[in-house]
């Protein structure tokens, strides 16, 4: 019966550390950084001016000219109050025509900080020089994180 007892000690006592342990983790470690949902509206894609273009490195080198440069802009609206660093860019974009410019490829680029509140944003994409202008952009958003992903 002693041993029982004895037994049923140490079981709690074991039980009592660990639960100790567990609560100091949680309350020492930095909190988990969530992922913030950037909206962006107002969004346009027009030809690059001429010295944005410049230098444009295609599959077919330097010097052959099989892409077209275009800047899209647009506002950004983080509902955090903490800049996002570093946002991934997500959204579909098509020609006049709807064909994909970029098949099979969601992503298209990144924002280096978002503020919180309402800003702008501007990002540089390469279209295939055979594809019909204007661009249409659809399910454009963007997310990141507080601090930097490593």
């Known amino acids: 019966m ?17 639960g100790c342990l567990l609560f100091v983790g949680i309350w020492v ?18 030809p ?25 802009t647009g506002t950004t609206k983080n509902p955090s109050s903490n800049p996002v660093l570093d946002a991934d860019v997500f959204g579909r974009v098509y020609d006049a025509n709807h064909n994909p410019v970029m098949e099979n490829r969601t992503r298209l680029g990144s924002i280096t900080e978002v503020d919180p509140g309402v800003g702008t944003f501007e990002l540089r994409i390469s279209v295939p020089e055979g594809l019909v202008p204007p661009l249409e952009l659809e399910q454009f958003k963007a997310s990141g994180f507080a601090a930097k992903v490593r």
Do not use: H, M, Y
């Not at 037994?7 to 550390?17: A, F, I, N, P, Q």
């Open 2 to 18: 002693r041993s029982t007892i004895t037994l049923l000690w140490r079981s709690l006592l074991s039980l009592s550390l660990a």
């Open 29 to 46: 470690s930095p909190d988990a950084q969530a992922v913030t949902q950037i909206k962006l509206t107002d969004l346009a894609a027009d």
């Open 48 to 72: 690059c001016p001429a010295d944005v273009g410049e230098g444009t490195v295609t599959s077919g080198g330097p010097t052959l000219k099989l892409a077209n440069c275009f800047l899209i």
